[in-house]
């Protein structure tokens, strides 16, 4: 707060200190204005973000209540603010400053939605589907009693089985417990969403979110950096696809064509590590993954975050305040329902901050918990910027700087120095492996993050309307992605990217996209400030001899917040203005040379229009009485008839599905609650 005021008093002298003749209408009471408005806007967004942090840690309908409510008096006070910014003649202030928290402050989004029964209502809809996606289970066909959540259960299930068909129930069962059930309320809140940002001069949401980069070709930027580094996906994805041959057999994979989406260890196949098993070049090396290790030596969750405190000071950063360690949700609790996907919060006042994670102790949570971290850096380093400030340079900057960080801890060389690796061995062979684990979480995941938002920038300017959702969906999938769904989708009841968090969470995506280029830029700045003299793969920044000067040019970046266009942050950084892919290509380019050998004899890409063939009655799914066709477990008994005959919706077959859901799908019924949106603009999502 302290240094808030001084740069409101700085820009206020310097106003006052300019000729009469040259001043501006109404600026110095301008910048007044904005002081008042810091004080208050603080102290109600951080009212807000404890009811969303209160919601989020307990799904109760009580706290649902008391969370629209302070959403609903966010959205009327920024109208108000925006009302009486009006009166300032702010479009021709002299301060560059000032005119840049004008124009933030009178941007209001979806707030701008006049009708406040609308805006209750869109709060509701997306409330009402972080509920559905936060309890939605998936309930065995055999014995409907027994139901899976998301998590632990059915990512487990994604992540270590190689049965092809529990792989298959898995993946099908998230989706017709979670997913079916999105596409009404999805298609209304688009509706909605658009209305209200229409009403802030939008054109649609999409065209709202990407004004956020402040970067007029942003699109193109974009197109053009995938295309740089679509030749390294393809390789990648023909090792993999020949390795998943060996595996599940030639007539489950084909040789030319997509990899159907449920064998690639992750529920929505965003990052393949979990397979690393199946593909791993050299199985007859060590491997990085130090699980084992961290259970042995008795680690936990504090322990875990401990780690990555000291990681942070060993940078010159801030460490973290007692109350993160008095109020962070470390693990997931017995005694109440919870969001378990991880996520940073900053409370906007007196240094509270926090991080919600179910953790486990694994190799992967061990890089989520120093992800999380980076984000709660970034709060306390921009924490002294005025309000509109106390963000990422751009949405990309967070979730960079949270894995730039990661990058140098999950260097073998890094484990080794923390204990977790026993023995640090210079093989060529292991630097494959390590890369072939690295490229399955970060390689494999840039198509993931690149197509999430053009579907949904699609879906809000109308060229993909509701009944074209789910075909759109996997039409991007197969384009980018190289997968296919398992089985047929059924286009009147399916709603597949519901199934993603992000998506019933309104959750921009591409800032994963633009974060998984750009940390690579930040990393390699990183390692050279810090005089490493390593490959990039195999730098630690921490363990420079000049580490504090890399440590002092990260503060300064992060301390900057969002108070200039990003080109500028990025610059102190990295010396540069302009996101490129030469860093990542940089740091994968061993794995890059030896992928192209090993794949001399195979087809690149994924031309073939081949779908995986399956079993209907032998997955669950139910043969119709007249023997016409088979259905998939989740339409039977649905309400909806898919049998000629109707024999699907027999009132005495439909009478001994054992379920309280009305829909009949095998999972239990999720109740709607009157509650608000999560607080997206308050705390950071990161993605596992």
């Known amino acids: 707060m302290a240094r808030s005021v001084l740069v409101y008093s700085a820009i206020l002298l310097a106003i006052l200190s300019v000729p009469a003749l040259c001043q501006k209408k109404n600026e110095s009471e301008g910048v007044i204005f904005l002081e008042e408005y810091d004080v208050q806007v603080q102290e109600l967004q951080n009212r807000a973000v404890i009811a969303g942090w209160n919601y989020q840690t307990n799904l109760t309908d009580e706290n649902a209540k008391k969370q629209v409510e302070l959403n609903l008096e966010v959205a009327k006070f920024a109208k108000e603010v925006a009302k009486n910014a009006s009166e300032y003649d702010w479009e021709n202030f002299t301060n560059s400053t000032v005119k840049r928290l004008f124009t933030m402050i009178t941007t209001l989004g979806t707030a701008a939605l006049e009708d406040e029964e609308k805006l209750e209502e869109l709060n509701n809809l997306l409330s009402e589907m972080e509920e559905t996606y936060s309890t939605g289970q998936a309930c065995e066909y055999d014995n409907p009693a027994i139901c899976l959540p998301l998590n632990p259960d059915l990512e487990d299930c994604m992540a270590d089985s190689t049965d092809y068909n529990r792989l298959l129930f898995c993946w099908e069962g998230w989706r ?81 064509g997509p990899i159907p989406a449920h064998l690639l260890g992750n529920m929505w196949a965003q990052t393949w590590g979990n397979i690393y098993r199946l593909v791993v070049p050299f199985p007859d090396k060590p491997s990085i993954d130090v699980t084992d290790e961290m259970v042995r030596q008795g680690y936990d969750a504090h322990r875990m975050f401990n780690l990555s405190d000291q990681f942070f000071l060993e940078m010159g950063q801030i460490p973290m305040p007692d109350s993160f360690w008095d109020r962070t949700m470390f693990v997931k609790p017995d005694d109440r329902e919870v969001v378990c996907h991880a996520s940073a919060w900053d409370f906007f006042l007196d240094n509270d901050v926090r991080v919600k994670m179910c953790t486990k102790v694994n190799q992967e949570d061990l890089i989520t918990v120093h992800h999380e971290m980076g984000h709660i850096e970034y709060f306390l380093q921009y924490a002294e910027q005025p309000f509109p400030f106390r963000d990422g340079a751009n949405p990309g900057f967070h979730e960079a700087v ?52 053009q579907w949904r920038w699609g879906v809000f300017d109308g060229s993909i309307t509701p009944d074209t959702y789910n075909e759109e969906w996997w039409k991007l999938r197969t384009q980018y992605q190289g997968i296919v769904p398992p089985v047929p989708r059924n286009p009147d009841k399916d709603f597949d990217p519901g199934s ?170 999720v109740t709607s609650t009157t509650a608000a949106v999560l607080c997206v603009l308050f705390t950071i999502v990161v993605m596992t």
């Open 176 to 256: 017709d417990a979670v997913g079916r059930r999105l596409g009404d309320p999805y298609s209304k809140f688009v509706d909605l969403s658009n209305e209200a940002v229409r009403a802030d001069g939008w054109n649609d949401t999409g065209e709202y979110w990407r004004s956020w980069y402040e970067t007029a070709d942003f699109q193109q930027q974009l197109e053009n950096i995938y295309q740089q580094l679509q030749r390294l996906y393809q390789n990648l994805h023909a090792y993999v696809r020949r390795k998943l041959i060996n595996t599940y057999g030639a007539d489950m994979v084909n040789d030319k």
């Open 402 to 453: 949270g894995d730039l960080l990661a990058l140098s801890v999950s260097t073998p060389a890094h484990l080794h120095k923390i204990g977790l690796l026993p023995e640090l061995v210079d093989d060529p062979e292991v630097d494959i492996n390590f890369l072939m684990q690295m490229a399955l979480e970060k390689i494999a995941f840039l198509p993931f993050g690149y197509l999430i938002d």
């Open 500 to 669: 993603k968090y992000h998506v019933p969470a309104n959750t921009p995506y591409i800032r994963y996209f633009v974060s998984f280029v750009i940390q690579f830029q930040f990393h390699e700045a990183m390692c050279r400030l810090a005089g490493s003299t390593e490959p990039l793969h195999k730098c630690d920044a921490s363990a420079g001899p000049n580490k504090e000067l890399a440590g002092n040019k990260l503060a300064e970046m992060l301390s900057m917040g969002k108070n200039q266009p990003w080109p500028e942050a990025f610059e102190v950084l990295t010396g540069s203005r302009e996101m490129s892919a030469s860093a990542i290509l940089q740091y994968f380019a061993p794995l890059t040379d030896w992928l192209e050998k090993q794949n001399e004899n195979e087809t690149l890409g994924w031309d073939n229009p081949w779908t995986p063939p399956y079993d209907c009655e032998g997955t669950g799914g139910f043969t119709c009485t007249d023997g016409s066709r088979c259905i998939r477990p989740a339409d039977k008994c649905d309400g909806i008839q898919d049998c000629d005959d109707n024999s699907d919706e027999d009132p005495i077959l439909c009478d001994t599905v054992t379920t309280d859901d009305s829909s009949g799908n095998g999972s239990p019924k």
